[in-house]
Every structure is written in C-alpha cells, then in structure tokens.
C-alpha cells in the first residue's frame, strides 16, 4: 500500500502543471444607454478582451484602440472583466451564448456618468473561429 502511495504521489508531482489560458473575444456593442442607462440608441462599437480567469487578468481594448487592465472572474460560464481607474469602474459580462452587457460609471470633470453597452461577442481562442455570436 505505502508502494502504491508514493507512487501516485511520484506521478503528481512530475505532471505537467495546469497551463492558465487566455480566452480572446472580439465583440461589438449594437446598443449604447448613456446618462442612468436611458437614452438607448443602434451602434456599432468594437471591443476586443484577452480574459484569463485562471489567473484572474484581463485586458480589454476599446474602438480608440486603448488598452486597459483588469481583473477576470469565470462564473458559470460567464466570463466577468473588471476594470478600474481614476475616472471610475467599468464591469462587462461576456455568457457563454455570445451576450455581452457592458456597464459604467465614470467621473468627466464635475459629472458622473452611468451607461451600458449591450452586444455580441465571438470567441477567437486559438483562431478557432468558431465560438458564440
């Protein structure tokens, strides 16, 4: 018996470790709510996040091409991106169906503003073209 435990033990330790995967999506926002989530109107916004719920790192790119860090949440099967700054919070939920709704609060000079983005996603991973949409 003890033969057996080290052996399992042995076989634990010299496997490959759990390699953390990013998880990549291009998404586009087709609805934009600005000033308390009203004011609701068609658009067409590009976003790209490199999400990481394993590590807990992600980085989302906005239209402008600016970059932000964040942190990565996974909860059944919707992946969460978090992202904080000087100006205020953002929180976007990506559902493993492609549905993603995107929200914020930001401080412009002496304004606070509120919105929400809604959109679909398409998961890239690995070019696999495959994914949600």
């Given amino acids: 018996m003890k033969h057996i435990l080290t ?3 042995l ?3 010299m496997a490959a470790p759990v390699m953390a995967q990013d998880r990549t999506y291009e998404c586009t926002m087709t609805e934009a709510c600005r000033q308390d989530g009203g004011n609701c109107a068609p658009d067409n916004i590009p976003y790209n996040f490199t999400l990481n719920a394993t590590t807990g790192v992600g980085e989302m790119e906005q239209r402008e091409g600016n970059f932000f860090d ?3 949440h996974e909860s059944d099967g919707a992946m969460h991106f978090y992202f904080t700054n000087s100006a205020g919070v953002e ?3 990506i559902t ?3 549905r993603i709704i995107y929200t914020g609060n930001m401080a412009l000079g002496d304004s606070l503003i509120h ?3 809604n959109g679909t996603c398409t998961e890239t991973t690995g070019n696999a073209g495959g994914g949600s949409k």
């Fill in 7 to 9: 052996t399992a033990v």
């Fill in 11 to 13: 076989a634990t330790l």
């Fill in 70 to 72: 964040g942190t990565v």
């Fill in 91 to 93: 929180l976007g939920t």
């Fill in 96 to 98: 493993d169906t492609g």
């Fill in 115 to 117: 919105y929400r983005l």
